[in-house]
Nanobody, 126 residues
Framework: QVQLVESGGGLAQSGGSLRLACGVS????????IAWFRQAPGKEREGVAC????????AYGGAVKGRFTISRGSAKNTASLQMNNLKPDDTAVYYC???????????????????WGQGTQVTVSS
């Protein structure tokens, strides 16, 4: 079974940047749609970004569009989330998710993704 491990979380100042990585083991990242979700305290988990298994389709949540960029392959068998112009509202636990040969629907529903990582904390100070 594919295993996902997130890294790169931490503390950033408002307006700053962080880069999250999702390491994929057991199988090739190129066989999977990769998505990032986040959950802030007291809130429901929401979709942040997605890249399809083919790489031809990407989707972003409305709150991050224009600030975050999802990609794959910056390091072997990984997918990344570049987060720029961070805001305190971006504070959350960020989760990587994967679905074999999957696509990206605009609403980024959680149910589209079978495999999940443990999450990494991102905290943005004002």
């Amino acid at each position: 079974q594919v295993q996902l491990v997130e890294s790169g979380g931490g503390l950033a100042q408002s307006g700053g940047s962080l880069r999250l990585a999702c390491g994929v083991s057991q199988y090739s990242v190129d066989d999977y749609a990769i998505a990032w979700f986040r959950q802030a305290p007291g809130k429901e988990r929401e979709g942040v970004a997605c890249i399809s298994s083919s790489g031809a389709s990407v989707a972003y949540g409305g709150a991050v569009k224009g600030r975050f960029t999802i990609s794959r392959g910056s390091a072997k068998n990984t997918a990344s989330l570049q987060m720029n112009n961070l805001k305190p509202d971006d504070t959350a636990v960020y989760y990587c998710a994967a679905e074999r040969l999957g696509g990206c629907r605009r609403r980024l529903p959680e149910d589209d993704f079978e495999h999940w990582g443990q999450g990494t904390q991102v905290t943005v100070s004002s």
